[in-house]
């Protein structure tokens, strides 16, 4: 158990829907980032949250948003999902802002959300 | 935007040593990373590398030379366990202070008997 934990595991949804995911970082941890890694792609980086701030955007569509709420776990919002959608919905967490923290780690990833769109 | 290159696949025989390499172009950049992951798995932490030259942990070393570009990830004494991928991904900072990671494709490992 990495200590960072996503819900759900599993997600099958229609096309045009809106799905929530879940996100709680480790404790201590104040940086929360979310990654998609669709079938044979590398994961890719959509949003950065610290401390309850945007910090940095990547490739996250207009149809998708995150926040980070004051207990520091994070909410990724995907709506009018389509096919392309489908992918495993990583989240990671950091102790700052992508440091190496005291175990010599710099992110610790969640197990994935699995989001199928049909 | 970061062009983060790796082999997508490599296969290797039990006991043996495998290198894979990595070579990225970005601005900013501001460390190297190296992570295993099992399918449908999380990335779950390798090496890491700021500066030039070669770290070392146990059967796992990685490689870096930021002047070229590159990176390598040093396999040893290969077991069945180790077929995986592995992601090679750079940390680039940010103008509001952030670093983030961002990753190759990642090489699809196989060990063979």
Not at chain 2, 28 to 51: C, D, I, K, M, R
Not at chain 2, 66 to 77: A, C, N
Not at chain 2, 104 to 110: F, I, V
Request: glycine letters at 10%; aromatic letters at 12%.
């Amino acid at each position: 158990d990495s200590g960072v934990t996503q819900t759900p595991k599993h997600l099958i949804t229609a096309t045009g829907q809106r799905v929530t995911l879940r996100c709680s970082p480790r404790s201590g941890d104040l940086s929360v980032y979310w990654y998609q890694q669709s079938l044979d792609q590398g994961l890719q980086f959509l949003i950065h949250y610290y401390n309850g701030e945007e910090r940095a955007k990547g490739n996250i569509l207009e149809r998708f948003s995150a926040q980070q709420f004051p207990d520091l776990h994070s909410e990724l919002n995907l709506s009018s999902l389509e096919l392309g959608d489908s992918a495993l919905y990583f989240c990671a967490s950091s102790e700052s802002l992508g440091d190496l923290d005291r175990e010599g780690y710099g992110y610790t990833f969640g197990s994935g959300t699995r989001l199928t769109v049909v | 935007g970061q062009n983060i290159d790796q082999p997508t696949e490599m296969t290797a025989t039990e006991g043996a040593i495998v290198q894979i390499n990595c070579t990225y172009q970005t601005s900013g950049f501001n460390g190297l990373f190296w992570y295993q992951q099992h399918a449908g798995e999380a990335p779950t932490f390798l090496s890491y590398n700021v500066l030039d030259g070669l770290e070392e942990k146990g059967r796992f070393s990685s490689f870096l030379s930021r002047s070229k570009g590159y990176s390598y990830l040093l396999l040893k004494e290969l077991q069945m366990k180790d077929s995986a991928s592995y992601l090679c991904a750079v940390r680039k900072g940010g103008r509001t202070g952030a670093n983030n990671l961002f990753f190759g494709t990642g090489t699809r490992l196989t060990v063979i008997p």
